[in-house]
């Protein structure tokens, strides 16, 4: 099985409850296609603030995004419009754009993409630097991803040696030169949950509630 | 025996059929989970050897790793702090929390925070502490104990659950686990965005890159990491380990250890990136000593999964209260009296039956059904067995030791046991023996008889 499918088939149970969907994952051939498919999301779902995150290969996603909520507003009357806003990349390490932790939690979906996927545990890895913040996957309750395959990896030591191997290479030598950091590695699998209940699965807990993936199949 | 205190404890708990009720559905599932995990694994043995190997590095050389993690945490802008015990990792926070003018804090789960009693403190010196983890959170609720290293609030039901949310919040009435869990996310959002500063423990210090590994479900560590001004980690110096690459093994059998899940919801692999200010209390309270302890340094491996509290029967029985320690189940035998002094939990390896279901799935091969035996036998040494039972261990020796008299008493025995009558014994001592137990219908004659009447050869022994 290759990893597309593999990483497919490994998603949709984390997805499901006994009695909810939180979420979807989907193919598509390029990001203009996937960001057509999202603005009918949010048009279903009726979500209006949105946050995308600076990554410059989101840019066809938007475009085709903006084209498409265009055409579904113009066919309807009253209401109020999607607002999509993005983040501006901003100083070197850190990720956070020059909004409040108070305001992401205002926004209704934060749309980012992804630095690595690992295909056996269907986990989505985020590197936090200046292109998208960390508070993006972390507060809105709808949390999109579109994602090249290109990122897919089979499995989590595949994707620790692809984030850190620069570091390993470089121990023993001096780093006093060095103006980075360790990176900071964050591994999303699946919306958020619980059972601490009776054992009993609830989606989601503290974090997002949804969670979209679109993995654009670039030739 | 002066064992007194845990038979009271477990009397209690065994007087309590309803007890055990909650603990056995949860294993149960906890166990099939597991069991489904690793099998679907192809190479989950391998990962479990090179899981353990990283653990042991990381104990062997604890001080050189610990060094190392310091040095590149630091050169990275993070802080570190050294705790040598409790009071001085519970001055290290508050000092902490003075220098950034903190007086609210939002917590993850942390079993360390546990042992060195750090909410107690934290309340008495006036701060105001909420715990994040939903179990956590419904447990600090009810004023009581956490019963699992996973999952603290075990011994609930939903609706236990129920009526703590509608009498400590003022919510409406609900027993819908879904509900219930939508009443703490709103209730701790706000805390999430309004705390002065986050308190964290740490899965794992990653030696060679400087970083903090946090492992979760729920997302609240993530925001206890990340919204407040500051964050601190309180950690013991046994999580560190040696590299990166260890945590390839780690990961692959942690999660299915500890819930049957291949990964977490979220893995956080946190580097000291200035936003917030990162400070980890590295905590000793005897860790260093038992490191050095070539026989039981292996204790320090743990990765804290759980697993050997889902399958142990005593553990499933009595609940985790039981073992009135930070930590219960077989680790927590282990663990409580190293950590917390002598006087906790010195008693807890009798709590056992030695069965060794625990050592069979620890992900980090640590033979923790040995390591009881051995607790055991260290405690009869240093407290001393009482003379009763000095004495039936002598007289028993002195038997084992001659063939012959072993032999006439054997016949004497068999003539008792198979006369009428004995079933649940006269004194005490027995009687407690052999509740539940029914005596074995012994054999005619033995088998030395039996053989040698069939034609088989035996040579006398000697005495010894």
């Not at chain 1, 309807?76 to 305001?103: N, W």
């Not at chain 2, 043995?45 to 040095?71: W, Y």
């Not at chain 2, 040696?242 to 780690?250: I, Y």
């Not at chain 2, 923790?368 to 039936?392: C, D, H, K, M, P």
Request: include cysteine.
């Amino acid at each position: 099985m290759n990893l597309v499918d593999r990483f497919c088939r490994e998603m949709q149970p984390l997805l499901k409850t006994k009695d909810s969907v939180h979420g979807a994952v989907q193919r598509c051939e390029s990001y203009a296609e996937a960001g057509r498919q999202v603005a009918e999301l949010l048009h279903r779902e009726n979500l209006r603030r949105v946050i995308v995150a600076a990554r410059e290969e989101l840019d066809p996603a938007i475009d085709a995004m903006h084209g498409a909520l265009r055409e579904f507003e113009a066919s309807v009357t009253g209401g109020e419009a999607v607002r999509i806003e993005r983040e501006t990349p901003t100083q070197e390490k850190l990720g956070d754009s020059s909004r409040t932790f108070g305001e992401y939690a205002h926004y209704e979906v934060g749309i980012g993409g992804a630095d690595v996927l690992i295909a056996e545990s269907a986990t989505i890895g985020l590197r936090m630097g200046p292109y998208e913040s960390r508070a993006l996957s972390l507060l809105p309750p709808t949390h999109i991803v579109i994602a090249s395959t290109s990122k897919l990896v089979e499995r989590i030591h595949d994707a620790l040696e692809s984030s850190f191997t620069h570091l390993n290479r470089k121990r023993g030598s001096s780093r006093e030169n060095e103006a980075g950091t360790s990176p900071t590695l964050t591994l999303i699998t699946g919306p958020s949950r619980t059972a601490d209940i009776e054992k009993i699965l609830v989606l989601p807990a503290h974090g997002p509630s949804q969670l979209y993936l679109w993995l654009v199949e670039e030739s | 025996m002066s064992l007194t205190a845990l038979r009271k404890r477990l009397v209690s708990a065994l007087a309590d059929p309803a007890l055990s009720l909650p603990y056995e559905k949860a294993t149960a599932t906890a166990r099939a989970k597991r069991a489904q995990a690793v099998a679907e694994l192809p190479d989950f043995e391998e990962q479990r050897t090179l899981a353990a190997r990283a653990r042991r590095d990381s104990v062997e050389n604890l001080q050189e790793l610990i060094r190392l993690f310091e040095e590149r945490f630091t050169h990275d802008g993070g802080h570190i702090h050294r705790a040598h015990d409790t009071l001085a990792a519970r001055e290290c926070v508050t000092r902490i929390l003075s220098h950034y003018q903190a007086r609210s804090v939002v917590k993850g789960k942390s079993m360390l925070s546990e042992e060195i009693g750090l909410n107690e403190h934290l309340l008495a010196e006036g701060y105001e502490v909420y715990e994040s983890d939903l179990g956590e959170f419904i447990v600090q609720l009810a004023g009581q104990r956490p019963s699992h290293i996973t999952a603290p609030a075990l011994h609930l039901s939903r609706v236990d659950i129920a009526h703590l949310f509608h009498e400590k919040l003022g919510v409406e009435y609900t027993e819908d686990p879904v509900q219930l869990t939508k009443i703490a996310r709103t209730a701790l959002r706000e805390r999430f965005l309004g705390a002065d500063a986050g308190i964290t423990g740490a899965n794992f210090l990653v030696a060679d890159t400087g970083q903090i590994v946090l492992l979760e479900n729920e997302a609240n560590i993530r925001m206890s990491a990340t919204l407040p001004r500051v964050h601190i980690a309180v950690v013991g110096l046994e999580k560190v380990i040696r590299s990166s690459v260890d945590l390839g093994p780690l990961l692959s059998v942690l999660a299915r250890s500890a819930t049957g899940q291949k990964m977490g919801a979220y893995t956080s692999i946190l580097g000291a990136d200035g936003s917030p200010p990162r400070h980890v209390v590295l905590v000793d309270n005897g860790r260093s000593t038992l490191a050095q302890n070539s026989v039981r340094s292996e204790i320090l491996s743990c990765i804290r999964c759980g697993a050997c509290l889902n399958v142990c029967p005593v553990y499933e029985r009595i609940g985790g209260h039981a073992y009135d320690s930070a930590y219960s189940g077989p680790i927590g035998a282990l663990l409580g009296p190293h950590h917390l002094g002598t006087d906790h939990g010195e008693d807890l390896p009798f709590a056992s039956s030695l069965c060794g279901a625990c050592s069979e799935v620890c992900p980090v091969k640590i033979d923790i059904a040995n390591l009881l035996r051995s607790e055991r036998q260290r405690y009869v040494e240093t407290s001393g067995a009482s003379v009763s039972e000095r004495f039936g261990w002598w007289v028993w020796s002195q038997v084992m030791i001659r063939p012959k008299l072993y032999r006439i008493l054997a016949r004497v025995a068999r003539g008792i046991l198979q006369g009428p009558g004995l079933g649940h014994g006269g004194n005490t001592a027995m009687g407690a023996w052999v509740q539940g137990r029914e005596l074995p219908e012994p054999a005619p004659t033995s088998f030395v008889h039996q053989w040698s009447r069939a034609g088989g050869r035996v040579s006398r022994g000697k005495r010894l």
